[in-house]
């Protein structure tokens, strides 16, 4: 797993953080399972690694990667869309799929057959 530089939180973050979190199991149930149990294998108390190394919000395939200077910007529900989204990366498999497609250097395609 690549080193990010963490930033800690104001209380003001700390409590949009909390209040995300409340939204995205209310509204994103099957998502805020998969965000607890695959997405924090950095074991944050946060559930997710603060860094200003991205412009807003990543993710490397395994955990939820958060600028809180641009994040928090968002109303709440862009801060749920955001995080649901980057999620989704960690559901499909988006960062190993396109690591094998870069290092390929191209996108292959199954053949479809007909019968």
Known sequence: MPQYEECAL????ESLWDQTRCRLLWVCPAFTHIFYE??????KKEFA???????IAATDGSN???????????????????????IAHGIFNHCAIGFRYHKAGKISYL???HI
Do not use: G, W
């Open 10 to 13: 104001t209380p003001q973050q």
């Open 38 to 43: 695959m997405m924090n294998n950095a074991n």
């Open 49 to 55: 690694i603060f860094t200003k190394q991205i412009p």
């Open 64 to 86: 939820l990667l958060l600028n809180p200077d641009t994040f928090f910007k968002y109303d709440l529900d862009e801060r749920v869309f955001a995080c649901a989204h980057e």
């Open 111 to 113: 053949s479809l057959i």
